[in-house]
């Protein structure tokens, strides 16, 4: 098979952050896909319909007007989140979910959620609504172990959201384990899907120490064993419907990441749709490649499909080493200075 055309597809977890840093990545996700959840934690975070509003003017300003990309907004919630705030994200056209971060899980992520029962109000106004929550789904007491997290997440959190809010739709966000697999699958799809990267489908955490420490290969939630990337190829190649594709590009300037308290964060945005090709090649079956990228997301946030189509063509090329990132700083792209064998070729409109 030497070209796949699909239906256009989304990205339903992207990183852009603000200003000279958004203006100079925005255009890699919009040359990839139509719609981008785009996640909520600026400095200061996005919590008001107002500023999600203010922010996607942003988003919009600083797109090249020959792309065609909307950009699907999303609240943070905090602990002082309200039902009304809720109400107003229900009603807004722009604003599709509310992101919860466990306080101090991941960057920026300092003014999240301290305690469920904090937000009870707001998530009975999300079920009521209809608004999604999407979680990042790492436990953060400073006794767990960092690669037990996302399981013991699960058993404190998870399970208790589920159980206690019946109607409301969830989003387990990155999902990196076996159990995160085994946890979606046993549940209603209808209620609880889950997005999976290209990076966490491409790498295991011996990539983080390869030729010694590689901070690009560094993000929250971690990499974990290979046993674990298997369980995450095999639910994105052979499960329809409950996963689905969410980058969680997140960029950081080259400085940021190669330094004595590195950020985590893997960008991925320069070459999303190619390396998910990647991986289910790896996996040798593109049977749910349409599902997984283009069909599955949209589903479950009750979004019609795009009507166009993208076609990826195979074709050599290597990455870049760096790219321009912010004012006159670089990044390193995730698998930079290697070898893909998938180029995104086309696009036609309807």
């Known amino acids: 098979m030497d070209t796949i055309t699909f239906i256009r597809p989304d990205d339903w977890h992207l990183h852009l952050r603000d200003g000279a840093a958004m203006a100079s990545v925005v255009n890699d996700s919009a040359r990839q896909f139509a719609r981008a959840i785009v996640m909520p934690n600026l400095q200061p975070p996005v919590t008001t319909v107002a500023a999600a509003e203010a922010y996607r003017d942003r988003i919009l300003a600083a797109l090249n007007p020959a792309l065609d990309f909307d950009p699907l907004m999303t609240l943070y919630l905090t602990d002082d989140t309200s039902a009304v705030e809720i109400a107003r994200a229900a009603a807004s056209p722009v604003v599709h ?55 013991v997440f699960i058993e404190q959190r998870l399970q208790p959201l589920l159980r206690d809010f019946p109607a409301l739709r969830i989003v387990f966000e990155h999902i990196t384990t076996a159990d995160a697999v085994d946890f979606v699958r046993d549940n209603d799809p209808e209620r609880l899907a889950a997005t999976i990267t290209p990076h966490h489908l491409l790498i295991n955490r011996n990539a983080l120490f390869r030729g010694g420490l590689n901070p690009h290969h560094y993000c929250l939630p971690v990499a974990k064993r290979e046993r674990h990337r298997q369980a995450l190829l095999a639910a994105a190649t052979g499960t329809p419907r409950r996963f689905f594709a969410g980058t ?20 991925s945005a320069h070459a999303a749709i190619e390396l998910y090709a990647t991986a289910f090649e790896q996996a040798g079956d593109f049977t749910h490649f ?9 589903a479950f946030y009750r979004l019609p499909v795009n009507s166009a189509t993208v076609t990826l063509r195979r074709d050599s090329w290597t990455v870049p080493d760096t790219l321009p990132f912010g004012d006159g700083e670089e990044l390193v792209p995730f698998m930079a200075g290697q070898v893909l064998h998938w180029k995104l070729q086309q696009e036609s409109r309807q």
Do not use: N, W
């Not at 301290?114 to 209809?130: F, I, K, N, P, Y």
């Open 97 to 151: 979910a509310v992101k919860l971060y466990p306080a101090g899980a991941t960057t920026h992520s300092d003014q999240g959620v301290t305690d469920l029962s904090r937000v009870t109000e707001a998530l009975e106004a999300m079920q009521e609504h209809g608004l999604p929550l999407l979680v990042h789904g790492e436990a953060t007491g400073e006794d767990i172990d960092v690669f037990d997290r996302e399981q």
């Open 290 to 298: 349409e599902t997984f990228m283009s069909t599955a997301g949209p």
């Open 248 to 267: 969680d590009s997140a960029p950081h300037a080259r400085g940021a990441k190669e330094s004595a308290c590195g950020c985590a964060g893997i960008y």
